[in-house]
C-alpha cells in the first residue's frame, strides 16, 4: 500500500505528463503483479461497490478522533473530501503496518457485510499512517481519482512492455478480473485474445470553425446520431458493448437477433438509436429502455432500436482500423447488404457540393433528431481515443433560455465549502418554476461572487438547500427539450450549463414556462407518413 499511496502522491502533485508517465512506468516496472493488478484496475477509473456508508465513517472517525459531529461536518466543508478529512483528523498510528496492496483490497472487501464492521474499519485506521488512510478511504468511498487518463496509462504500460500503446489500450478494453495472470497476460509480448474484447473507440474532436479544414472534397460527412455508441462484436459469440465499456448485449435484442447473420471475426462500430418507421426517434424514447431491468413486450413494441452502423474495425479475424475510412466504409456497405437485416442498417452520407450546402443542411439538424454533422477525413485510420486532425463534430448551437436563481447547495471535493449547485427557475404568471439544475459555466470568481450572494439572500433551508431571493438573472444553454411528468414545470432538458450571467436583466425579463414549452419536439411522434427516409437523411 505504501508505493501505491507513493504513486498517488507522484500523480497528484504534478500537472507535467512527462512526470506522470515516468512515475507510472518506475511504479509498474518492479511492482508485485497481483498489486499491480489491482493499481491498473483503479487507475483506470474502475471501482468497487462502496463498503461502509459515509455516514458511519464520518460518525466512527469524529468518535476515533473525540470531536463532536458537527465539527467533523465544519472540518468536511472546509477540507472538501471526505477521506482526506478522516486522514488529517485521525491520530497517527500506534503500529503501523505495511502490507500489500491486495492485501488492503481483501480487507475492504471483507468490510462489506461484515458484523464487527466497525471494529475491523477501526483497526485498519490503526495500522494505516495519514497518507494510506487517505488512499484507503478513497477506495472504500469510491471517490478514488487521480489526474491520469487511460491514454496516459496506456502509454506508461506499453513503456513497460515494449509494446505500442494502442495494444496495451486493446488489451484493457471490455470485461477483466484484476489477477496476477491478467496483469502479466497485459504486458506480454503476445497475449491470447478474449473473442468478447471490443476495440477502443475513435473520438471526434469538437469543430469551432471551418477555416482549417480546406477543401470539402477529402471530407465524408454524417448525421452526429443522438443515440448510444456501441460496438457489436461478432465472433465465437456476439457481444454488444456501449461506449463506457459496459456489456449491454442483454439490452438490445434486435440488435443480437441482426448480429448472428454476421460472420464470426467481424466487429463493427455504430450508433444504437431508437427507431420506427424509418425514422429515428427522440433520445427520451430510448430513456424509456434505458432505465428499465427488464424489457417487456410493449416497451420493445413501442420502442425498437436499430444500430446505424459507419465503421467496421474488423472483417474475417482481420483487424481493420488502420485501413483508409473510404476503404473500410465500402466493405462495410457489403456486409451490412449481405447480412439484409432492418435493425442493421447504414449510417447515410450526407451529400453536398460545398461547405456553405453543408451547413445549411446542418440548421436543419435539430428537426431530424439529430445533433449535428460528423465530419471523418476519408483517408484516416481508425485511432484510439480523441486524437485531433481526422475525425470532427460539428455540432448545432444549444437551445438557451433566461432563467433566475432560486435554490443553491454546496458542492463537493474542492468546492465543498462554495454554494456551486444551482437551481433555476421561469416564470409562469407571477410565479417562478423550478426546471433544470447546473453546475458548470461560471469562473471561480463568479462562483465567489454567487456564494456571496447566496450567503446574504438566504429566506429559507431546506436539509443541505437554500431557498434564495430571485434575483441573479442567467442564460442557460441545453441540448435538447422533453415532456416530463416528474418535473413540476412539466419539462426536463438535457445537459444544462450556464451560459453566462446576465447582470443586465432582472427577474422580470426571463423566460416564461410558455416560452421553453414552445421548444418541446410537436406531438405525436415523426412517422414514416411526416419523414420518408430521404427527407430524414438530406
Not at 463537493?412 to 465549502?417: D, E, T
Not at 454554494?419 to 423550478?434: E, K, Q
Request: glycine share 6%; proline share 6%; with cysteine.
Amino acid at each position: 500500500m505504501r508505493a501505491f499511496a507513493d504513486l498517488y502522491t507522484a500523480l497528484d502533485t504534478t500537472t507535467k505528463t512527462n512526470a506522470k508517465v515516468a512515475a507510472l512506468v518506475d511504479y509498474f516496472r518492479t511492482v508485485d503483479p497481483a498489486d499491480g493488478a489491482w493499481a491498473i484496475y483503479f487507475l483506470s477509473g474502475r471501482k468497487l461497490r462502496q463498503a461502509v456508508p459515509s455516514r458511519k465513517l464520518a460518525e466512527w472517525a469524529a468518535e476515533v478522533a473525540g470531536i463532536e459531529r458537527w465539527l467533523f461536518e465544519e472540518c468536511y466543508h472546509a477540507v472538501g473530501d471526505i477521506a482526506e478529512t478522516i486522514a488529517l483528523l485521525l491520530p497517527d498510528p500506534a503500529e503501523p503496518t505495511d502490507l500489500s496492496l491486495t492485501e488492503w483490497v481483501a480487507r475492504l472487501e471483507g468490510l462489506r457485510d461484515a458484523l464487527d464492521q466497525k471494529a475491523r474499519l477501526l483497526d485498519a485506521w490503526a495500522h494505516l499512517d495519514r497518507l494510506g488512510r487517505f488512499v484507503w478511504n478513497k477506495l472504500i468511498t469510491g471517490g478514488f481519482r487521480v489526474g491520469v487518463s487511460q491514454l496516459l496509462l496506456t502509454r506508461a504500460l506499453a513503456q513497460v512492455a515494449g509494446l505500442e500503446p494502442a495494444t496495451l489500450a486493446h488489451r484493457l478494453m471490455g470485461d477483466w478480473s484484476p489477477s496476477p495472470a491478467f496483469f502479466q497476460s497485459l504486458l506480454a509480448q503476445s497475449s491470447a485474445a478474449d473473442a468478447s474484447r471490443p476495440y477502443p473507440f475513435y473520438l471526434a474532436s469538437p469543430l469551432d470553425s471551418l477555416d482549417d479544414l480546406g477543401e470539402l472534397a477529402p471530407w465524408q460527412a454524417e448525421w452526429k446520431w443522438d443515440g448510444i455508441r456501441a460496438q457489436l462484436v461478432r465472433r465465437e459469440d456476439l457481444f454488444v458493448w456501449s461506449r463506457g465499456e459496459e456489456l449491454v448485449t442483454e439490452r438490445f435484442p434486435e440488435i443480437v437477433e441482426a448480429g448472428v447473420a454476421l460472420p464470426s471475426g467481424t466487429v463493427i462500430d455504430g450508433e444504437i438509436l431508437p427507431w420506427r418507421d424509418d425514422a429515428v426517434l427522440p433520445f427520451s424514447a430510448l430513456q424509456r429502455r434505458i432505465g428499465r431491468k427488464t424489457l417487456g413486450k410493449k416497451i420493445l413494441a413501442e420502442v425498437p432500436v436499430v444500430l446505424l452502423a459507419y465503421d467496421l474495425l474488423e472483417a474475417d479475424g482481420i483487424d481493420l482500423r488502420e485501413r483508409p475510412l473510404h476503404e473500410r466504409r465500402a466493405r462495410l456497405e457489403r456486409l451490412v447488404g449481405e447480412c439484409g437485416h432492418p435493425r442493421l442498417q447504414m449510417s447515410p452520407l450526407v451529400r453536398a457540393a460545398t461547405w456553405e450546402e453543408l451547413a445549411t443542411l446542418r440548421e436543419s439538424a435539430r428537426e431530424r433528431n439529430v445533433e449535428g454533422l460528423m465530419l471523418k477525413r476519408a483517408d484516416s485510420p481508425y485511432r484510439v481515443g480523441r486524437v485531433r486532425g481526422d475525425w470532427w463534430k460539428w455540432k448545432i448551437h444549444p437551445l438557451t433560455l433566461d432563467a433566475v436563481l432560486v435554490y443553491a447547495q454546496r458542492g463537493s471535493g474542492k468546492r465543498a465549502s462554495l454554494y456551486t449547485d444551482y437551481t433555476f427557475a421561469l416564470r409562469d404568471g407571477d410565479d417562478f418554476v423550478p426546471f433544470a439544475k447546473a453546475y458548470s459555466g461560471l469562473t471561480d470568481e463568479e462562483i465567489a461572487e454567487v456564494d456571496a450572494f447566496v450567503k446574504r439572500n438566504t429566506v429559507d433551508k431546506f436539509g443541505p438547500v437554500r431557498s434564495v431571493k430571485p434575483q441573479l438573472v442567467f442564460e442557460l444553454a441545453f441540448e435538447g427539450i422533453q415532456r416530463s411528468d416528474r418535473h413540476k414545470s412539466g419539462i426536463a432538458v438535457r445537459f444544462p450549463r450556464i451560459l453566462r450571467a446576465r447582470p443586465d436583466k432582472t427577474p422580470a425579463d426571463i423566460d416564461t414556462l410558455e416560452s421553453a414549452q414552445r421548444l418541446l419536439p410537436p406531438l405525436p411522434q415523426p412517422t414514416k407518413s411526416e419523414f420518408t427516409q430521404g427527407e430524414l437523411f438530406g
